[in-house]
T-cell receptor, first 116, second 115 residues
Framework: AQKITQTQPGMFVQEKEAVTLDCTYD???????LFWYKQPSSGEMIFLIY??????QNATEGRYSLNFQKARKSANLVISASQLGDSAMYFC?????????????FGPGTRLSVLP | ETGVTQTPRHLVMGMTNKKSLKCEQH?????MYWYKQSAKKPLELMFV???????ENNSVPSRFSPECPNSSHLFLHLHTLQPEDSALYLC??????????????FGNGTRLTVT
């Protein structure tokens, strides 16, 4: 069984500062994908960034980057230069490789609050 | 505007009612999903359809009945629900098998309240 752990139920960050949201995962698969999503209060889940298990470089997407440490099974999201609009729930998710390879497992999420 | 549209956005129903949630995607994707999001719980996968065939049924009670008439539409038929079924129901789609780095594309969700 796969599992995603996000140990920070809530985080605060000052506007314009950087923040790291933790994610660790548990899998016996060699091939897997890791995804981060943002969920504002409106409810929509917004895809932010992807990291493949075989990718040697850490993924980056604008102000978002992923600190991928495969041996430690961690995939932390780094948000640089935080903005007030970054206040939201953030979910780490993993796609399994076996079977249809279509199942995504989500962590419990971290609520980020950006302070002015 | 999202490529995945869910209706209705909000639904209040009694325990004896029958209702349906609708999801439509205009992204040309072959796989569609229903997730349940309850307060203080991780997203729970309910069903996955790939090319209109159900490929995942995550031990969901029979009072939830999915239907996928074509690759663009997904329904969730509800009957004799319980108050604990109150949650945000999220529909998602993605290109399909083989597209390993493709994310799920979500709709805005239906906020369901069972009274």
């Amino acid at each position: 069984a796969q599992k995603i752990t996000q140990t920070q139920p809530g985080m605060f960050v000052q506007e314009k500062e950087a923040v790291t949201l933790d994610c660790t995962y548990d899998t016996s698969d060699q091939s897997y994908g890791l995804f981060w999503y943002k969920q504002p209060s409106s409810g929509e889940m917004i895809f932010l960034i992807y990291q493949g298990s075989y990718d040697e470089q850490n993924a980056t997407e604008g102000r978002y980057s992923l600190n991928f440490q495969k041996a430690r099974k961690s995939a932390n999201l780094v948000i640089s230069a935080s903005q007030l609009g970054d206040s939201a729930m953030y979910f780490c998710a993993m796609r399994e490789a076996g079977g249809y390879g279509q199942n995504f497992v989500f962590g419990p999420g971290t609520r980020l609050s950006v302070l002015p | 505007e999202t490529g995945v549209t869910q209706t209705p956005r909000h639904l209040v129903m009694g325990m004896t009612n029958k209702k349906s949630l609708k999801c439509e995607q205009h992204l040309g994707h072959n796989a569609m999903y229903w997730y349940k999001q309850s307060a203080k719980k991780p997203l729970e996968l309910m069903f996955v359809y790939s090319l209109e065939e159900r490929v995942e049924n995550n031990s969901v009670p029979s009072r939830f009945s999915p239907e996928c008439p074509n690759s663009s539409h997904l329904f969730l038929h509800l009957h004799t629900l319980q108050p604990e079924d109150s949650a945000l129901y999220l529909c998602a789609s993605r290109p399909g098998q083989g597209s390993y780095n493709s994310p799920l594309h979500f709709g805005n969700g239906t906020r369901l309240t069972v009274t």
